[in-house]
């Protein structure tokens, strides 16, 4: 077979080696992908953004699946100019995709089928939003609607905060969304989903802050882990039927099925699982964590749930951890052409994220950089063996967290 993967980070890097390790897959082509995949796959020239080209790719080349990694394209539509083409691809079509482009979307969503998740209000205006922030207590969550890439979040502990920063986002701004803050242990859930079949992926734990011990801004991730010992199976099973169960029934029902990847950014309160956002697609670095550890073909289950058949997912018991490599000036500016040296006695995966080669030498080429992933067979041996190996590499730019999976210890 041959399979064609969207996107160009770490999340694509680890699902190209996923699919390569397939036992049904001759080629893998990834558009545009990094060079850090093109010992796995054909680098295509096409950026994801320009989905006719790669609609007609697909269809000359004779490609068998298509995956997409980021939301970018989904949110332009690319599952529906495959589909419509009579392409396969495994995605949410643009209506279903809202669920992570438009938090209204998914609020009313999740409304509508009592799925549990904070308060919320959008507003267009400053003077509205302030008037309502007065009346909340503190801390509460204000956001940018839109794709931010988790990185239009800001949790605010006074009034006088809120009123600078509401007065900063409707310069630029024309809906906000004011939150209650939850409280408690936050984790990542994703599952497969074709319409009202969801088969759920092992957990992970992102680490959404730029710095150690959650301080600095909110970024894409600077790190993962999986499993979690910290949750235990009912709730996971609490998740599923709270949750995923509610959301993709109604979605069925109202018309809007989903298939593809549903991620959910859960917090586990004392009243039970609540959803913090939902996204169309694969994690970025929870991809990273997760797909190493699945031991079932990764293509095979994909082309079976497209077929409406669902299978229980096999997987390594051992950890992965996953720590990101990013620039230092990161989430705020890219690092480009600082040259990335590897010792060679480095022996852990190491999925690129920003990366290039300038005059044949690595360089970074974005603000998250790479992500190095170790296996341990506790979280703590994974730990150790992850930043024995993130030693091994050696940028004047990048920066890194020293505390990836301190939270689940
Ligand atoms: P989002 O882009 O909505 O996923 O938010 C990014 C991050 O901000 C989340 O991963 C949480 O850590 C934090 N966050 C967002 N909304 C809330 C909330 N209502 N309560 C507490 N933390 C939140
Ligand atoms: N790591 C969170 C995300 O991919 O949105």
Redesign the pocket.
Known sequence: MKILVIGRGGREHAIVHSVSKSSKVKEVFVAPGNIGMRKLATLVDINETELEKLAEFAEKEKIDLTIVGPEVPLSLGVVDIFEGKGVKIFGPTKEAAKIETS?EFAKELMKKYKVP??K?KSFNNFENSYNYVKTQSF???I?EDGL??????T?VYSLEEAEILLKELFEVENKVVI?????GF?FSMIAMVNEDIVIPLELAQ?H??AYDDDKGP?TGGMGCYSPLNKVDKETEKEALEKVFFPMVNGMKKDGIPFKGFLFA?L?KTIEGVKV??F?ARLGDPETQVILPRLQSDFVEVILELLDKKERKLKWDERTTIGVVMAGKDYPNNRSVGAKIEIDESINSILYHMGTKIENGKLVTNGGRVLTVVSFGETLEKAQKNVYNEVNKISCKELMFRKDIGNKGV
Do not use: H, Q, S
Not at 148 to 153: E, L, N, P, S, T
Not at 179 to 183: A, I
């Open positions: 938090k998740t904070a919320y801390p509460c969550v956001k931010r890439a988790g990185k239009g979040v949790i939150e209650d803050f939850l409280e936050e992102d959404k802050r909110n950014g917090m913090i956002e996204n």
